[in-house]
DNA sequence: GGACTGACCAACC
DNA sequence: AGGTTGGCCAGTC
């Protein structure tokens, strides 16, 4: 696989729980800043053990079709606060992603 | 081998 | 303020 499909893997494996990340955060984090389609490809095979719940959309929507309602539940149990639009707080998004670690 | 699509995003009108 | 298009890259037909 690409190294950017690891990055990919990597960045959301390091996801802190409680925090979302969009799929054009971690592609600019990888160098690649409209590549987030190519994020969606990693997110498409779906790796076990992977906590790709974590990666919404740049407005904070559930990304993922049909298990975004599946997902909502997953980060629910994250400890993400949900905005009435059935959106992640932006509060939630990972700041520091270049480091792929939040400093709370 | 060529073209279209796809779990998106940002710019443009 | 809202809708549409272009763009990146890989996989599929």
């Known amino acids: 696989m690409n190294p950017f499909f690891q990055e990919v893997y990597a960045f959301v494996a390091g996801i802190p729980a409680g925090r979302v990340v969009s799929y054009g955060q971690i592609a600019r984090a990888l160098g690649r800043p409209r590549a987030a389609r190519e994020v969606g490809w990693a ?5 076990e053990g992977l906590p790709w719940h974590r990666v919404v959309m740049a407005d904070g929507q559930i990304a993922g079709g049909e298990w975004a309602e599946l997902r909502r539940a997953l980060l629910a149990a994250d400890g993400v606060a949900f905005l009435p639009d059935g959106r992640v707080d ?3 998004f990972l700041k520091n992603e270049k480091s792929g670690e939040d400093c709370v």
């Open 90 to 92: 932006k509060s939630h």
């Open 43 to 47: 997110m498409r095979v779906c790796p």
